[in-house]
């Protein structure tokens, strides 16, 4: 399985979007509740999120994009920086990769 590396970043101002803000979390809790999500958050910069996903198939990152609702309502640019196909791993995520 692949493992993702995908940025939003925010072309308008988060105050301009404030209300897409549940809607965000809500498709994002689905994805950590099927298991394809470990991780994301905000960039230190605060201009976007990272996010890290596995997932089956390139196609299915791109419907993922697709979908996301930030994507949707065109207030943040969603790109997959890389995906990779992890061979050593710390022994506390054993259950993910």
């Known amino acids: 399985?692949?493992?993702?590396?995908?940025?939003?970043?925010?072309?308008?101002p988060i105050?301009?979007?404030?209300?897409?803000?549940?809607e965000h979390r809500t498709y994002l809790q689905r994805r950590y509740d099927e298991g394809v999500m470990l991780f994301s958050g905000p960039k230190a910069s605060r201009d976007?999120?990272?996010l890290v996903i596995r997932a089956e198939s390139d196609e299915w990152i791109?419907?993922?994009?697709?979908?996301?609702?930030y994507h949707?309502?065109?207030?943040?640019?969603v790109h997959v920086h890389l995906?990779?196909?992890?061979?050593?791993k710390n022994s506390m995520i054993d259950h993910w990769v």
């Not at 399985?1 to 308008?12: A, C, D, L, P, Q």
């Not at 105050?15 to 549940?22: G, L, Q």
């Not at 949707?72 to 640019?77: E, I, S």
């Not at 995906?83 to 050593?88: D, E, F, K, R, S």
């Open 1 to 12: 399985m692949k493992h993702y590396i995908v940025e939003s970043r925010f072309v308008r």
């Open 83 to 88: 995906a990779l196909l992890p061979t050593m």
């Open 48 to 50: 976007g999120e990272v």
């Open 15 to 22: 105050t301009e979007f404030r209300e897409a803000v549940p």
């Open 72 to 77: 949707k309502l065109g207030v943040a640019g």
């Open 62 to 69: 791109k419907e993922f994009i697709k979908d996301e609702p």
